[in-house]
């Protein structure tokens, strides 16, 4: 009887370890399929994007933006000069010739005095030329087109650095959606096998189950699924109770994923909930006299757990700062939303502009990017007006002394990072509320009416900033006038 015992217990131990190391060598046969899946389509990805970087290294590499006439201009002036007045003349030959030197001099500082605006007609060449007059408009007319092609051919130079930026940003979003791709990876069995039985006993089939996080405290799921029966529907919301379940932390489907989950496998994306939220809140007023606003604004949340507000200030006021900076918020919300970084969303904003900007319009960009999941509030400025951040008992500003997007081939920003704690505020504004106050006391202002503030509603901070800021004025807007208020709360 022993023996028979003892049999029993040896088949049921090999029976076990048959099934560990089945699952272990299913395992690794799924996450080999899934690097060879993912590895070839990540360098093809990296190549392009190199290759892309290396044509923007190419236009980088291209000559540099001229800041006066070289050389070869000036003698491209002299030439026409001598071949239009002095080949006829019968002191040639004295002043090219045998006082070549002297002569050479001598228009080098007409030269300088023209483009120094002097005008050029008391130069001391001119006591011993007698074709003074004729010369000295030929060499104006010969510096005027110079000067001509000297901006076209910056401008050239600029629209280049454009496509160069352009290229690089194309490179960056092509290596950062091969890291995603190379990122996603098989959860742990054991985690899979309970959430295929807690979804069967809900009704629903689990095919696949892929781990996407980007650091320890952000879950991201990738779910495979269908309904168990055909012609029933399970929503996504259910569906993500029983994840929040099985991985011990309230999971949310992703905004943009479907919301009901049918006979046909679908693939769903479920994430941890972030640890805050943002409430926001806006009051705008329009220039007295303009039908439409010049300023421009965008308030939405990324995938990711950002939680964005930009705005964009166009330069002066009515229709066409209205189409200017709704261009830069447009292009900043799809860049965003698309994967880029901050910086290369503006950049390529920049290039944009710089490529199409024929009416030497600008906008200002004030963005700001709050971390639901950390706190952390990233700032980038391009010529915006200051920000403002209520703390409990004290108001931070920071300001910007960047130029306009556009405005130049070079783009400068600045940007900053601060810590939001449950009940900050963050106060964004355009240059017309600030200008509404007295002159270089208008932050000060600012900052006594959002000290006072008791209201711990976004919208209604928002539109008494505005309100108050308009009785400096006798509430007739100078200039287009926004606030945006976002408030950071515990989840």
């Known amino acids: 009887m022993s023996e028979f015992i003892i049999a029993v217990l040896i088949v049921s131990l090999l029976w076990v370890m048959w099934d560990v190391v089945k699952l272990i060598l299913g395992e690794r046969y799924r996450e080999e399929q899934m690097l060879e899946a993912c590895e070839p389509g990540r360098e093809r990805m990296e190549r392009y994007a190199e290759s892309f970087r290396q044509l923007a290294e190419t236009f980088r590499d291209m000559p540099s933006r001229k800041e006066g006439l070289s050389e070869q201009d ?7 000069v001598q071949y239009k007045v002095c080949r006829y003349c ?17 228009v080098y ?20 030329c007698s074709r003074g007059t004729s010369f000295l408009e030929t060499i104006r007319e010969g510096f005027r087109v110079a000067k001509v092609n000297l901006m076209w051919s910056n401008r050239l130079l600029e629209n280049r650095e454009a496509v160069a930026e352009q290229l690089y940003g194309t490179a960056a979003i092509m290596e ?23 979804l069967r006993m809900r009704g629903v089939i689990l095919r696949e189950m892929w781990d996407s996080r980007r650091d320890a405290d952000r ?14 529907c399970v929503s996504t919301r259910e569906i993500a109770g029983v994840v929040s379940e099985v991985c011990s932390r309230r999971m949310v489907p992703d905004r943009d994923s479907r919301t009901i989950i049918n006979g046909e496998y679908s693939t769903v994306l ?17 220039k007295e006299g303009e039908l439409v606003s010049g300023d421009n604004f965008a308030m939405f949340r990324r995938e990711n757990g950002q939680m964005i507000m930009s705005l964009s200030d166009g ?32 950049h390529m904003i920049h290039s944009t502009m710089l490529l199409q900007n024929h009416n030497q319009m600008f906008s200002t960009v004030d963005l700001s990017m709050v971390d639901l999941y950390t706190g952390e509030c990233e700032l980038l400025k391009v010529g915006a007006s200051t920000t403002f951040f209520k703390k409990k008992n004290w108001v931070e500003a920071l300001s910007s002394t960047s130029l306009p997007i556009g405005f130049m081939g070079k783009l400068d920003y600045e940007s900053a990072k601060k810590k939001l704690e449950p009940g900050d505020f963050i106060i964004m504004v ?11 006391e208008a932050e000060e202002i600012i900052k006594d009416i959002i000290l006072q503030q008791e209201t711990k509603n976004a919208q209604e901070m928002a539109r008494d900033i505005l309100t108050r800021a308009l009785l400096y004025q006798e509430c007739r807007a100078k200039d287009d006038m926004t606030v945006l208020v976002g408030g950071m709360w515990r989840n």
């Not at 355009?430 to 270089?440: E, F, I, K, Q």
Request: charged residues 30%; glycine residues 8%.
């Open 74 to 80: 000036v003698e491209e002036i002299f030439r026409e």
């Open 90 to 106: 019968p002191g040639c030959s004295c002043c090219w010739e045998q006082n070549g030197s002297a002569t050479y001099r001598e």
């Open 109 to 128: 500082d007409l030269l300088r005095r023209i483009e120094e605006g002097e005008g050029g007609e008391r130069a001391p060449f001119f006591e011993v």
């Open 176 to 198: 950062a959606a091969a890291s995603l791709t190379y990122e996603v990876r098989p959860v742990d069995p054991a985690l899979e096998k309970q959430m295929d039985i807690k």
């Open 219 to 232: 879950l991201e799921l990738f779910i495979t699924m269908r309904a168990a029966r055909k012609g029933r």
């Open 270 to 286: 479920f994430l941890a909930e972030p640890e805050y939220v943002m409430t926001n809140g806006v009051a705008k007023v329009t």
């Open 315 to 346: 330069m002066g006021s009515g229709t066409c700062a209205c189409r200017e900076s709704e261009t830069v918020i447009e292009l900043l919300e799809q860049f965003l939303h698309a994967g880029f970084s901050k910086e290369t969303a503006v």
């Open 430 to 440: 355009s240059d017309g509320v600030l200008d509404a106050l007295p002159h270089g």
